[in-house]
Nanobody, 126 residues
């Protein structure tokens, strides 16, 4: 079982930055492709970005391209999401997710991931 714990959320003004972290434990982190999803109140969970297990390939939803960067440090078993130029519409609960079915990339549907963190709230004020 892969356990995931997010941190780094908070309240930030529009135009600001935050870096989210997702600490993994329980299994070999490098066996998993990873992703970040977000869910705003009253909306469905939305794919944000994903990264392959080695970190060589990434994918982003159009709305965050050029502003968000996904990365991972496999030596530290940690996934990151650097968020710059934040907008009020980025307000959501952000969750990291993992899948050990790595032949398909990217996976953009929540049901394609098997392991999830509890989420961390990001609030962007205008």
């Amino acid at each position: 079982q892969l356990q995931l714990v997010e941190s780094g959320g908070g309240l930030v003004q529009a135009g600001g930055s935050l870096r989210l972290s997702c600490a993994a434990s329980g299994r070999t982190f490098t066996q998993y492709n990873m992703g970040w999803f977000r869910q705003a109140p009253g909306k469905e969970r939305e794919f944000v970005t994903a990264i392959t297990r080695g970190g060589g390939n990434t994918n982003y939803v159009d709305s965050v391209k050029g502003r968000f960067t996904i990365s991972r440090d496999n030596a530290k078993n940690t996934l990151y999401l650097q968020m710059n130029s934040l907008k009020p519409e980025d307000t959501a609960v952000y969750s990291c997710a993992g899948t050990d079915v790595v032949w398909k990339f990217p996976k953009v549907l929540p049901e394609e991931y098997d392991y999830w963190g509890q989420g961390t709230q990001v609030t962007v004020s205008s």
